[in-house]
């Protein structure tokens, strides 16, 4: 059954027009009256409503709620993914990955070794870019709840901003804890943060500044990964902890 993001408060019963995302989507699948489809992204309820198309036009497409379903895919406990962009496609490949992982929340940096620098309209054009990345992601996976895509902001600005939960950097620094040995520690429904640099990986002082700040270092193993590569891995083990 095809699923369509509708961020939206429903109820029984109740008929509407989808978005104009939505309304594409269902046109593209050539979807008629009287067909079913499943919608996800009610954010009083969560979970999943199964819908009846009911009437197709050209900028609009009606559809009826029909009944809300309780169904969460998502790890047990809140995973934020803070990383330094990498370059190209990599960071769409990214955003994909950790939202079928169901990560909570995915925050662009740049750090001073960062090659991608986004600022203004730029920025705010890649955010909404991967914003849309995720929500395909979870039509295509079966996650309820899209992951936010913060605005991209650098290191020292997003450090000024408080958080609540368990804190890691990735990094291969001599007496890293195993991350394997770092989740295991960590509450079944704790919130964690992982953080992971750019290509280059953080600078001597981005890394001193974070240990000073009180997040871990942990590390993924003897190996050299690509800065995406990287993240996914801490990701799924983080979720595979929960």
């Not at 594409?24 to 499943?38: A, E, I, K």
């Not at 981005?206 to 995406?228: D, F, I, K, M």
Request: proline share 7%; hydrophobic share 45%; with cysteine.
């Amino acid at each position: 059954m095809p699923r369509i993001y509708h961020p939206a408060s429903l109820q029984t019963g109740l008929n509407f027009a989808l978005t104009p995302q939505g309304t594409r989507h269902v046109q593209v699948l050539r979807l008629q009256p009287g067909d079913t489809l499943t919608l996800f992204g009610d954010p009083v309820r969560g979970g999943e409503w199964s819908a009846v198309v009911q009437g197709m036009g050209r900028q609009t497409v009606h559809v009826q709620a029909v009944a809300h379903h309780a169904i969460e895919r998502e790890p047990s406990r809140a995973i934020h993914l803070v990383v330094g962009m990498p370059t190209n496609d990599r960071m769409d490949w990214l955003v994909e990955k950790a939202t079928e992982l169901g990560v909570a929340s995915i925050q662009p940096l740049m750090t001073e070794r960062s090659v991608l620098r986004l600022q203004g309209e730029r920025a705010d054009k890649k955010r909404a870019h991967w914003q849309a990345v995720a929500v395909s992601a979870c039509e295509q996976c079966g996650g309820n709840r899209v992951p936010v895509l913060h605005e991209v902001l650098t290191l020292d600005a997003w450090l000024r901003q408080p958080i609540d939960g368990a804190r890691a950097m990735l990094c291969l620094a001599a007496g890293s804890q195993p991350l394997r040995d770092w989740a295991g520690q960590q509450g079944p429904s704790q919130p964690v943060w992982l953080l992971h640099g750019p290509e280059g990986g953080l600078a001597p002082a981005e890394a001193r500044r974070l240990l000073e700040l009180g997040w871990q270092p942990v590390t993924l193993g003897p190996r050299v990964l690509r800065a995406e590569t990287a993240a996914i891995v801490a990701t799924t083990w983080m979720a595979g902890a929960a």
